[in-house]
Structure formats: C-alpha cells, structure tokens
C-alpha cells in the first residue's frame, strides 16, 4: 500500500494489496477498499463505504457522506461500489437512507465524470457513463450500459433503462425506456438509440423487433396497456422486446413519451 503521510485513514478501515491513498484525503471507520484502487488527493471516504478491486478515484471526492434527506435518523447504511469503475473529479455519492434498497449501489466498469452526483438509495448498474454535471436525485435505479449527458438530472424514483441515452441539459421526470434516445426539459423520446445498439453489437433481428415494439407503443393512437399488448401478441419473442415491455409495465412514475 502507498499512503500519503498527510491522508487519515482509520485504524478500522480495511486496505487490500495494492491500494494508494493520496495527500490529505481522509478514510474513515468501517470502510473497505479493493486492491489496486487508487484514491486521489482531497478526497474523503466516509464511514460504512465499500469499494472494489481496480477502481480509480480523482481529488476532490466525497463518497458515503450522510444523506441529504430530512427522513435519516442516523441508521447506519452504506454504499458500495464495485470494480473497475473511474470517478472523476467533485464527485459526490451519498450512503442511502433505511427505505427500499437500503443501500446506494453501483455495479462494475463505469465512468463517473466530474461533478457528477448519485444520492441516497440509488442502483446503478453496469457500463453506466454519466457525463460533467449530471445528477441523480434520490432512488433512481439505472440500468446497464445507459448514458446519462451532461447538466442532466433525473427526477428521484426514476429509472433509465438499459442502453438508452438522455440528452445533455435535460430533465428526466418520468422513466426513460431501455433503447431509447430522451432529451429536453422535461425529456421526451425521440427514437431508438440505434448506434449505441450497433456499437453493443445487437443483431438485426434484435433491433427490428425492439423497432416494432416502439412503433406500435410510441407511435400508434392506442391506450398504453393496450399498445403493450398488442407488441406482446405480435412482435417476436425475443430477450430485448421482453425487457423492454417489462420495463413499461413495471412503470410507477409513468414512462416519457
């Protein structure tokens, strides 16, 4: 391990083989961190965090601080964050409140761009990419491979579905369905992510399904329950429509459109 001798590190926060702490940051009680994770300078870990293996922390960060919600009473909760993930500069990832998940999560290999934050209670998943600036509210679940621009934010208990991406300066208030293109104040669809699904190597078969699915959900006159039905009836049975049908049914804060 190399630790700066101006960094203070707890005497019950748990280093593995390889992690670097940097000038003046500051580790604090029950937190683990995963070999070969870098912590830049200025940046402070609070109690009850978790990091993974290879991760790559910038200065100025400030990950597990308490929630900024009137409801915490102090429960202890945490956050935890998992491997090869790269989080830029100001940084700010709240530890969660005691409701839903109990846990503010992320999973592996994404990319937290300066000055981004994610607040209590949320679930981000893999492959996210957030762009400078944006921000999650609280309870906002993401899923794989999403792209969230720049100086966006989204609406706490949203979710942002797999592959889809929100446009940068944009207000997310309803849910963004996997594969879609979101953008505006409040966002509104406009199409399917059709690069990004060519660049994650979908097949055509796949993305002519999801087309039809959106076509006959976004673009027809019918009822919404109705339009998922009939998708369901008439587009083929596939992993990505299923997924994507399901994310609409499940919708609590309704879907954008």
């Known amino acids: 391990m190399k630790i700066h001798p101006t960094a203070i590190v707890s005497p019950d926060a748990k280093l593995a083989k390889g ?27 609070d109690d009850y965090t978790h990091i993974g293996e290879d991760c790559r922390i910038f200065q100025f960060c400030s990950i597990g601080a308490p929630p900024q919600d009137l409801k915490f009473a102090g429960e ?9 993930n790269t ?22 290999h994404n990319l937290i761009m300066a000055s981004c934050h994610i607040a209590h209670n949320c679930k981000l998943g893999n492959h996210v990419i957030m762009s400078n600036g944006a921000a999650l509210a609280g309870h906002v ?3 794989d491979y999403a792209i969230i621009s720049g100086l966006t934010g ?28 979101a953008q505006g104040n409040h966002a509104k669809l406009y199409g399917l992510n059709l690069i990004g699904l060519k660049r ?3 097949s055509e078969k796949s993305i002519k399904a999801i087309s039809e699915a959106y076509r006959i959900i976004f673009r027809s006159k019918m009822l919404l329950e109705e339009a ?28 954008c459109r």
Not at 78 to 84: D, E, S
């Open 19 to 45: 992690v670097e702490i940097g000038p003046y940051s500051i580790i604090g009680g029950d937190v683990i961190i995963g070999k070969n994770t870098v912590i830049g300078p200025h940046t402070v870990i």
């Open 76 to 84: 202890k909760t945490r956050v935890v964050i998992g491997n090869f």
């Open 87 to 108: 989080i830029r500069e100001f940084v700010t990832i709240n530890r969660s409140t005691a409701a839903d998940i109990g846990v503010t999560m992320m999973g592996d």
């Open 141 to 143: 679940h993401v899923e």
């Open 154 to 181: 989204v609406h706490q208990f949203c979710r942002v579905g797999a592959h889809c991406m929100i446009g940068g300066c944009s207000a997310a208030v309803k849910d963004v369905p996997p594969y879609t293109i």
């Open 200 to 202: 994650r190597n979908f």
């Open 228 to 255: 998922v039905r009939k998708a369901e009836a008439e587009v083929e049975d596939l992993p990505e429509v299923r997924h994507f049908l399901k994310f609409i049914k499940e919708s609590e804060r309704g879907i």
